[in-house]
């Protein structure tokens, strides 16, 4: 999507979201946005210490935001057509799932010792749902940032996406990562993060592919596979015993990231086969991180986008996360001379995300789209994405 179409969207997603808010509470409050994200590459990364390097987008939640003089809060949904009142007690959780985002990001600031007022608010967003671009990280980052900058709390980035990440785990019951709440606060036009997982630190990436000759696309399989176990705890089992083992003869290593790939045929025989080839996925895919990092500090697209094809088989071969669709996806990707291609996010389905040189864009479009319909009698999804600023006040 071209920048200014998208800000044409921008604005007259917010001036629904402005006449909707007059019309249930009247005077017109205060409209702040964040985005959802992508991860070029670094997945299966977070829980054994290693680096992701995520990027804002241009999709986003936006909300129009006002004290009411109460003590409770007023929400409506534009996208679901839904309202919601709760108060800012513990015990006073509303019952829809989208509002117990709000409420859990009012609780986590108030557990900081902020004193959280009622407030009136309406919200929409343009974050494709099950595409794994974190539009729930989006919504807890702009309330988090809102009421922050509203109330003069004086929290820094970091600890605002560590409210969104607490939101998800005590509200949600989802055991989520920091990197998605992350992205959407730190997010900048032109930048990927690139996010030390083990220290927090984290630093920005030059990224301006269209710059370069080149676009950003995801193609949405449009598929979830339900999984008869849990494969997410099993990698990571996986990946603590090939650690244990590693630390007999390294004890300074503390994650897979920290360990060197002679180490892990050290413990050859004194681990499983799936232990292995586990491991060996992890502390591959740190240095495929790294290289990416220093080939975008040289705009050098086509080193990044071979680096991405490596994550793809990672995940397929050694990693087993990918999925027959996904999977195809990305050999119509090489097939169509696409730069980079690989599964974002955990696997079994969703998205594959490819960098394509701008004059190969339109024909894999079409030829994806055709060959994808023709193969599985589904559409998949095409979203393209522009880098973009992170959470932020627009009016």
Known sequence: MAVKSYLKYKIMNCDNIRAKFTELYGEAGSVYTSPGRINIIGEHTDYNGGFVLPGAVDKCITAEIKFNGTDKVRAFSIDLNESSE????????????????????????????????????????DVPLGAGMSSSAALEST???????????GFGLMELAKVGQATEHNYVGVKCGIMDQFASCHGKAGHL????????EFVYVPFDPEKHGYKVVLVNTCVKHELVDSPYNKRRESCERAVKAIQVKH????FLRDAKMEWLEE???CITQEDYIRAEYAIGEVKRLLDACEALEKNDYETVGAKMYGTHIGMSVLYDVSCEELDFVNEVAKKCGVTGSRVM?????????NIVAADKYDNFIKVVQEEYKNKYSIDCEIIPVVISDGARKIC
């Open 345 to 353: 996010g955990g696997g079994f389905g969703g998205c594959t995300i």
């Open 86 to 125: 709760f108060g800012l007690n513990e015990e006073d959780a509303p019952k829809e799932g989208w509002a117990k985002y709000i409420f859990g990001v009012c609780r986590e600031l108030v557990k900081k010792g902020a004193n959280i007022k009622g407030f009136d608010t309406t919200f929409a967003g």
């Open 193 to 200: 993060m690139r996010l030390d997982c083990k220290t927090g």
């Open 251 to 254: 004890p300074e290593v503390e």
């Open 267 to 269: 413990v050859i025989g």
């Open 143 to 153: 309330y988090a940032f809102a009421l922050n900058d509203m109330l003069s709390l």
